[in-house]
């Protein structure tokens, strides 16, 4: 008796497609291509000629962070560019708290079944979300394992790499007592959050709301390196410290930056509550304390800002279409966040 030939494309994975989309996303990636880029994706690895000459000082910062249970929406609804997005912004303004500019981003998608078009919609988004930072997509890893994922499932992490100048380092060190804190608007949700949204929404409301929750996390990448080189070409200090408000919100993210001897005060009612968020706590029935702890409640990034500079870092911010508004105060303490 013959035996029946097993092959890998029969076991569920397809080398063939996977190298045609391989050459698809290069001619897309492409556009992103920084000066420095020697070789991006296609090689075993992604060369970037680093321009040591251009710093004093360099320090390369790395970040590595995906997207979370937000897919399942993407996938529910079968829309797919925006969470690409969400998996660039992620990752740089996250390395953007410590005054870097990102450099170049890799991305890992994991799935059960190499969908050519999904694919390809997910890339377009991690290349349009590179560009708005400004940096190079390098290179990535695309994995079709049947075994591990259902045929429409996919998940996704990103790396990022940038640098920043070893003095200008954004820490908790020039915070001082009476400095401001300046909120500047998230898109909606971002990306945290949806293991609570997809508790307290049915699938009919999850598709009804899919404009609104898979609105793509706002990247403050270009607003805040213009504010921070204006302030070191002209010896000023406009912002002191930088807080990303994703999971863990405004309890867990800004009391990173708070010095040991003294509390961040948000005023609540400094800045207007997307109506999503209500919508969240009505249907959660859950307490403000909680929803500060899970949501960003309509403001992605915290900037603490010295009193004089504040002018000038929203009129940056303003001209760049991203409302920004003083929510709080810096005043002597214990390293607590305090939100009223």
């Known amino acids: 008796m013959k035996r029946r030939s097993i092959t890998y494309k029969k076991s569920g994975v397809d080398i063939k497609s996977a190298e045609d989309l391989v050459n698809d996303i290069k001619e897309i990636a492409n556009t992103t291509k920084r000066?420095?880029?020697i070789r991006g994706i296609g090689g075993f690895g992604g060369l970037f000629k680093f321009e040591k000459d251009k710093y004093r000082e360099p320090v390369l910062v790395s970040s590595s962070d995906g997207v979370g249970t937000k897919l399942k929406i993407a996938i529910l609804v079968d829309r797919h560019d925006t969470v690409g997005i969400d998996l660039v912004a992620m990752n740089v303004n996250d390395i953007l708290c410590c005054g870097a500019e990102p450099l170049f981003f890799l991305d890992y998608i994991g799935c059960g079944k190499l969908q050519s078009k999904?694919?390809?919609?997910?890339i377009r988004g991690i290349v349009d979300g590179c560009r708005q930072a400004g940096c190079t997509l390098i290179g990535g890893e695309t994995a079709e394992m049947p075994g591990m994922y259902q045929k429409n499932d996919y998940d996704l992490a990103g790396f990022c790499v940038g640098v920043v100048e070893k003095?200008?380092?954004?820490?908790?060190?020039?915070i001082k007592v009476k400095d401001l804190v300046v909120g500047l608007a998230s898109n909606g949700l971002h990306s945290n959050g949806f293991s609570l949204v997809r508790k307290v929404f049915s699938k009919r409301e999850l598709i009804l709301n899919e404009k609104e929750l898979l609105k793509p996390t706002r990247i403050y990448v270009k607003p805040i390196l213009e504010?921070?080189?204006r302030q070191h070409s002209k010896g000023e200090k406009i912002i002191k410290a930088l807080a990303h408000i994703t999971g863990g919100a405004f309890y867990n993210k800004i009391k990173r930056i708070i010095p040991a001897d003294m509390d961040i005060v948000i005023n609540k009612n400094s800045w207007p509550v997307p109506a999503i968020f209500r919508l969240i706590q009505n249907k959660a029935n859950i307490q403000d304390r909680q929803m500060y702890m899970t949501f960003n409640m309509g403001i992605g990034m915290v900037a603490v800002v010295e009193p004089l500079s504040v002018n000038k870092i929203l009129e940056i911010f303003n001209d760049y279409g991203i409302k920004a508004m003083v929510i709080g105060q810096v005043v002597n303490g214990k390293g607590e966040v305090i939100i009223r």
């Open 227 to 229: 504010a921070l080189l």
């Open 167 to 174: 003095d200008r380092i954004l820490d908790a060190k020039d």
């Open 118 to 122: 999904t694919l390809k919609s997910l």
């Open 35 to 37: 000066p420095e880029v």
